[in-house]
């Protein structure tokens, strides 16, 4: 397996754990996994089927979590990436491929300057870019809890 795809993989499910314990602490919001990486192992039996293989290719874009607010009266599909560094003209791909499958959908990145939170048509609308993520999704001190957590797994 190449290395460089193996440190990407690990770099993501860093991500991932980072974002859904950060957002589980912040008491605000329940927090579901829904990536592929949950649902395709149960349905992987059945991909010679041609109609499951279309579901599974759906699932396969799909966004890594959902968020409820604790009030149960907002939902939203997130999608979670590392990014060493934000670059405009990425942040707008990731957001326009995510906002063809699943709209309305949210991305969170995580980089080595913050963590930053946009609906991905903000994204598009702002030529990539993407907000910091605000105090009022997640309180600061528990931002930067994480955020010190971050450079002891991806360096």
């Keep these: 397996m190449n290395a460089f795809f193996v440190r990407n993989l690990i ?4 991500t991932e754990v980072i974002f859904e314990e950060m957002f589980r602490e912040s008491e605000e919001f329940t927090v579901i996994p829904i990536g592929y990486e949950h649902t395709i192992p149960e349905l992987a039996q059945y991909q010679h089927h041609v109609q499951i293989k279309k579901v599974l290719d759906n699932i396969r874009s799909a966004p890594d979590f959902v968020l409820i607010n604790k009030n149960k009266t907002e939902v939203f599909l997130v999608e979670v990436k590392y990014r060493e560094t934000l670059l405009k003209t990425e942040l707008l791909k990731i957001a326009t491929e995510i906002s ?3 709209n309305p959908c949210w991305l969170f990145v995580a980089s080595k300057t913050g ?5 991905c048509h ?12 605000s105090k009022s999704w997640v309180k600061d001190e528990i931002q930067e809890e994480y955020f010190k957590i971050l450079p002891e797994f991806i360096k």
């Design 115 to 119: 963590f930053y939170f946009s609906p």
């Design 122 to 133: 903000t994204i598009i609308n702002a030529q990539g870019n993407i907000e910091v993520l």
């Design 100 to 102: 063809e499958h699943w």
């Design 11 to 14: 770099k993501g499910k860093i």
